[in-house]
């Protein structure tokens, strides 16, 4: 039997160590879609220095995108560059053939804004963080 350590402050080859094990398990269960994983990135350029100082993350897996990151800068909110990064996160997902979008919010970020996009709730967690919900949404592609 295996030793459990508790590791305080995760180091990265641990953390490695687990998905890759993980990954191998998956697609072993699911050889359709062995080579459809990847990251991508839209990154916002702050105009005077180059420096990224917002944009959306996300991961493409299974056939579908999630949406792990996003983040637009009090400089540009207000002006649909959360929308554009929204929309070439479906432009690329349809490119990777994804069946849809999934991603979670925090009741104090944005879940109308996601909803005003298509986006509908197919989960909640209330109370996380206390005096908040977590959802979670997700839109088909057609």
Same mark, same amino acid.
């Given at each position: ?19 890759? %094990? ?6 072993? +269960?699911?050889?359709?879609? #062995?080579? $459809?994983?990847?990251?991508? /990135?839209?990154? *916002? ?34 002006? %649909? ?6 929309? +070439?996160?479906?432009?690329? #997902?349809? $490119?990777?053939?994804?069946? /849809?979008?999934? *991603? ?39």
């Amino acid at each position: 039997m295996s030793e459990i350590v508790y590791e305080a402050e995760l180091r990265p080859e641990s953390r490695q160590a687990v998905v890759d %094990g993980l990954v191998a398990f998956n697609r072993s +269960q699911t050889p359709g879609f #062995a080579g $459809q994983f990847g990251t991508i /990135g839209l990154m *916002l350029r702050h105009p005077e220095t180059g420096a990224t100082d917002g944009g959306l993350t996300a991961r493409i897996g299974f056939g579908w995108m999630f949406v792990e990151l996003l983040f637009v800068p009090e400089r540009l909110r207000g002006q %649909g560059v959360g929308r554009q990064l929204m929309e +070439q996160a479906e432009v690329v #997902a349809r $490119q990777h053939d994804c069946t /849809g979008i999934w *991603l979670d919010t925090f009741s104090f970020q944005a879940p109308g804004f996601y909803a005003k996009l298509g986006y509908s709730v197919f989960g909640e967690i209330a109370n996380y963080p206390p005096g908040h919900s977590r959802y979670f949404l997700h839109k088909h592609l057609s």
